[in-house]
C-alpha cells in the first residue's frame, strides 16, 4: 500500500493541535497524509531542551528521544537543526543508539557541521579564522567597555557566544552589547546571531534556514515541520516560507517563549516549551500509528 491521498481536511484529533493559518492547517495535513514524504526538523536548546542559565547544563526534555523514536520511523526524516556543535548536540540529547533514531542527523554549528547516526560520525568544514582572533580577543574586550560583570562567555568550537542572562539587567546588557559586539565580529570577518538574551559570533554564508532548504531538498520531502524558539530560528522560519513557494508545504511550530514574540508572531502554531513540543511529536506519531 502506498501513502493515503491527501487531503486538506485535518482528522478529528482532540490531542493534535490544530495551526492557526491556512498554510499551517495544509502542511499538517499533507504530513498527516503523506508522511512518507516529510522531514520533522527542530531547534535543541528550547525546543528540545529547556532553557536553563548554563547552557552546559542543558539535556533534552526527558520526553523528546521517546516522542521522536517514535515518530522517525514514520516519516522520510528527522533532524535536529542547531547552533550548538554537533557532537554536543548528540551528547545532550541522548539522540546516539537509540532504537527508531538510526537514521537521526543532527546540523550543527547552522550546517557546517553534520553528524548521522547511521555512521556516528561528525563531519564538517575548516573552522573560519576570524573565530580564533575574536576569542583570544573577547575576555579584554568585554572588560575594557565595562560588560564584563554579569556576562560569561561560551565556547562553541566553530563560534563563540556571549550570554546576558546573569546580569542585573539581562535585556538591557544584551542590547547594549549588540553594536559592539557586531563591531568586533565584522573586524574579523565574522557576523553576529543574536538569540534569548545570547549574542553569538560566528562566520557568515550559514544559518538554519540555508542548512534546512537545503537538507529538505537533499531527501525530496515534499513537507517539512520545523519547530524553534529563538531569533536564530527566523531563517529557518523564512526557508520553510520559500519553499512553500516552490510547493513545499510547511508547519512553523513556536516553543512559546515570551522572550520571542517575533518569532511566535510568524508560526502556525504555537506551544507550550519542549513540553508542548513533545506533545504536539507525540500526538502526530500517535495519529500516525
Given at each position: 500500500?502506498?501513502?493515503?491521498v491527501?487531503?486538506?481536511?485535518?482528522?478529528?484529533?482532540?490531542?493534535?493541535?490544530?495551526?492557526?493559518?491556512?498554510?499551517?492547517?495544509?502542511?499538517?495535513?499533507?504530513?498527516?497524509?503523506?508522511?512518507?514524504?516529510?522531514?520533522?526538523?527542530?531547534?535543541?536548546?528550547?525546543?528540545?531542551?529547556?532553557?536553563?542559565?548554563?547552557p552546559?547544563?542543558?539535556?533534552?526534555?526527558?520526553?523528546?528521544?521517546?516522542?521522536?523514536?517514535?515518530?522517525?520511523?514514520k516519516?522520510?526524516?528527522?533532524?535536529?537543526?542547531?547552533?550548538?556543535?554537533?557532537?554536543?548536540?548528540?551528547?545532550?540529547?541522548?539522540?546516539?543508539?537509540?532504537?527508531?533514531?538510526?537514521?537521526?542527523?543532527?546540523?550543527?554549528?547552522?550546517?557546517?557541521?553534520?553528524?548521522?547516526?547511521?555512521?556516528?560520525?561528525?563531519h564538517a568544514?575548516?573552522?573560519?579564522?576570524?573565530?580564533?582572533?575574536?576569542?583570544?580577543?573577547?575576555?579584554?574586550?568585554?572588560?575594557?567597555?565595562?560588560?564584563?560583570?554579569?556576562?560569561?562567555?561560551e565556547?562553541?568550537?566553530?563560534?563563540?557566544?556571549?550570554?546576558?542572562?546573569?546580569?542585573?539587567?539581562?535585556?538591557?546588557?544584551?542590547?547594549e552589547l549588540?553594536?559592539?559586539?557586531?563591531?568586533?565580529?565584522?573586524?574579523?570577518?565574522?557576523?553576529?546571531?543574536?538569540?534569548?538574551?545570547?549574542?553569538?559570533?560566528?562566520?557568515?554564508?550559514?544559518?538554519?534556514?540555508?542548512a534546512?532548504?537545503?537538507?529538505?531538498?537533499?531527501?525530496?520531502?515534499?513537507?517539512?515541520?520545523?519547530?524553534?524558539d529563538?531569533?536564530?530560528?527566523?531563517?529557518?522560519?523564512?526557508?520553510?516560507?520559500?519553499?512553500?513557494?516552490d510547493?513545499?508545504?510547511?508547519?512553523?511550530?513556536?516553543?512559546?517563549?515570551?522572550?520571542?514574540?517575533?518569532l511566535?508572531?510568524?508560526?502556525?502554531?504555537?506551544?507550550?516549551?519542549?513540553?508542548?513540543?513533545?506533545?504536539?511529536?507525540?500526538?502526530?506519531?500517535?495519529?500516525?500509528?
Amino acid at each position: 500500500m502506498g501513502d493515503p491521498v491527501y487531503s486538506p481536511e485535518l482528522p478529528d484529533v482532540p490531542d493534535l493541535p490544530e495551526p492557526v493559518t491556512p498554510a499551517g492547517r495544509e502542511g499538517l495535513a499533507a504530513l498527516l497524509a503523506r508522511p512518507g514524504k516529510a522531514v520533522i526538523a527542530l531547534d535543541f536548546d528550547g525546543t528540545l531542551a529547556p532553557i536553563v542559565p548554563d547552557p552546559e547544563q542543558a539535556r533534552a526534555h526527558p520526553g523528546a528521544v521517546p516522542a521522536l523514536a517514535a515518530l522517525a520511523p514514520k516519516v522520510r526524516s528527522v533532524a535536529v537543526v542547531t547552533g550548538r556543535p554537533a557532537g554536543v548536540a548528540v551528547r545532550y540529547g541522548g539522540l546516539a543508539g537509540v532504537p527508531g533514531l538510526e537514521h537521526l542527523v543532527v546540523l550543527g554549528h547552522y550546517g557546517a557541521e553534520r553528524w548521522d547516526a547511521v555512521s556516528s560520525t561528525v563531519h564538517a568544514a575548516e573552522p573560519h579564522p576570524g573565530v580564533a582572533s575574536v576569542r583570544a580577543e573577547l575576555p579584554g574586550f568585554l572588560d575594557a567597555i565595562g560588560a564584563w560583570r554579569g556576562t560569561w562567555i561560551e565556547e562553541k568550537g566553530r563560534a563563540v557566544a556571549v550570554h546576558t542572562r546573569r546580569a542585573r539587567d539581562p535585556q538591557a546588557a544584551f542590547d547594549e552589547l549588540r553594536e559592539p559586539l557586531a563591531e568586533l565580529a565584522s573586524r574579523h570577518g565574522l557576523i553576529v546571531e543574536p538569540g534569548r538574551l545570547v549574542l553569538e559570533l560566528r562566520p557568515p554564508g550559514m544559518d538554519k534556514g540555508v542548512a534546512l532548504a537545503d537538507y529538505v531538498r537533499e531527501v525530496g520531502a515534499e513537507t517539512v515541520l520545523y519547530a524553534g524558539d529563538d531569533l536564530g530560528d527566523l531563517p529557518a522560519f523564512a526557508a520553510v516560507e520559500k519553499l512553500r513557494s516552490d510547493q513545499v508545504r510547511g508547519l512553523l511550530v513556536c516553543s512559546g517563549s515570551a522572550e520571542v514574540a517575533e518569532l511566535a508572531d510568524r508560526a502556525d502554531l504555537v506551544v507550550d516549551g519542549p513540553q508542548g513540543v513533545v506533545d504536539l511529536l507525540g500526538a502526530v506519531a500517535a495519529q500516525l500509528g
